[in-house]
């Protein structure tokens, strides 16, 4: 279906993409992996035909095959309504309908020799609808809007006054009504619940076409796609993988012990010949030195003519194509939260917490208690108030009714989740010293652990990527000292890199954790105590860290 051979990307001096080439068939899901950056997204805009490579080609088999594209940012027209938007996903499918209805009724009202031409006519028009999907398409549409949690959102209302989030799905629905040979989904994860999530999954386990999807959620890979197509950063090429992301990982374990063993085994050979080549160098020295009886110096110049041998011998090895460099590690995030402040050990007390807007009631009658260290996750649907309770932790909503109380010691850090919090007008170099006691090359230095470098340190924050406020959002709370971290949504835009070294820090954090989060592998490794907000109520249950 699709045949990708040799493509090449340069943006200025930097190779973005080298020589890059897969093959993707019917039935085929693979994920497009390597970190922010690495030029992912401008593989998909090549692949999309919406950016040209500078060498190599794209070539779709049949020429006909239909794809379609799911970018991270989108934009709808003006003017157009989510109902809009989603009878264009099926116009083809439509326009199909109203032309079989138009030949049937031909078929009605003719006889003779015209109805055998009406009816030929008609057998064309029904395997043309059949063929953009027929009634399996209008069946399909209402459990799309089910599963993408946009049955409830009013078909009359404006595209463009969605959330990001709701943006996403109705972007992602969109695409999968339309039913293309091939998708290609950039990041189609972000701001989708984990009831969502496993509605895609299942969804894409069973499409019949090819697909390639971006994605930083490695339990989504591990249900969805049966290859990995992994981009170095460094070189700009591409390797591929068999099986889901966990396999990957593996597989790329193994590659790394493997390229240790053989070099250090490398290096201890090579240790030995210079060694020894120094050794038969010295003694042929000390023996001309020493002595001019022609039976040593004869001696000593076998010993310097060994030593040459064995200097040719260690030239070639290095200069040979088997030589294995040092492993060395992509640039990762180094994220630390050091000399966290003890704070009291009842650190957060909710008492009959009602909240909603407008009629709405979201909650009532929530009780909640998190103690020292513990790592809360709330989870829940899209839309039934995760968002709002944080924000009256954070005292910036005030409840309907209830109470909300912090502990003895408590330094509150939140992460909202589109990261409105930063000033958009103030650079990364300024926002973090003016919130920690920081002289210039400490800022600077800090910030590079977070892979700030350069003059980005003083680009605005509103002008930087969302993976980008993430990690400088990250930056401020480290070096806040905060002992309470409030946490929206925090990795949404974090490759993988980042968030296994978030995920580490998280579990070395002495502090206490509430965080809003649908990645799996996250929960997994971090959540003692699960909040299960659903119904206007929450629940508590022990979190798979816990048990």
Known sequence: MLQVRDITKWFGDVKVLDRVSFNLNRGDRAGLIGPNGCGKTTLLRILARDLSPDRGAVQLSP????YGYLPQALDFPTSAT???VLRAAQGERQAAEAKLARLAEAVAAAAGEQL????????????EYQAVGGEKQRADADAVLRGLGMADVEQSRPATALSGGQKTRLGLARLLLAEPDLLLLDEPTNHLDIEALGWLEEYLTGYQGAVLIVSHDRAFLDRTVNR???LDDVTGSLTEYPGAYQDYAQAVDRD???????????QERIRKLESSIRK?????????QETIHFHYRRIAKDLARHAVVQKARLERMLDSEEMVEKPTQTWKMKLEFADTPRSGQDVLVVSDLRMGYGERTLFTDVNLHLTYGERAVLLGPNGVGKTTLLRCITGELQPWAGDIRLGRGVRLGYIAQEQE??????????????AAPLDETEARNFLHYFLFTGDEVFVPAGRLSFGERSRLALALLAAQGC??????????????????????????FEGTILAVVHDRYFIERLATTLWLLADGSVRTAPGPAGR
């Open 63 to 66: 020429t006909s095959l239909r």
């Open 82 to 84: 989510v109902g809009d």
């Open 116 to 127: 055998a031409a009406a009816l030929v006519a008609y057998d064309r028009g029904l395997a």
């Open 228 to 230: 990995i197509l992994a």
């Open 256 to 266: 790394l012990e493997k390229q240790w063993a053989t070099y250090r085994a490398q």
């Open 280 to 288: 038969l160098s010295n003694q042929a020295k000390g023996i001309e």
């Open 421 to 434: 919090t930063l000033d958009r007008a103030v650079a990364p170099f300024d926002l973090l010293r003016a």
């Open 483 to 508: 002992n309470f971290l409030l946490l929206d949504e925090p990795i949404n835009h974090l490759d993988i890199p980042s968030r296994e070294s978030f995920e580490r820090a998280m579990t070395r």
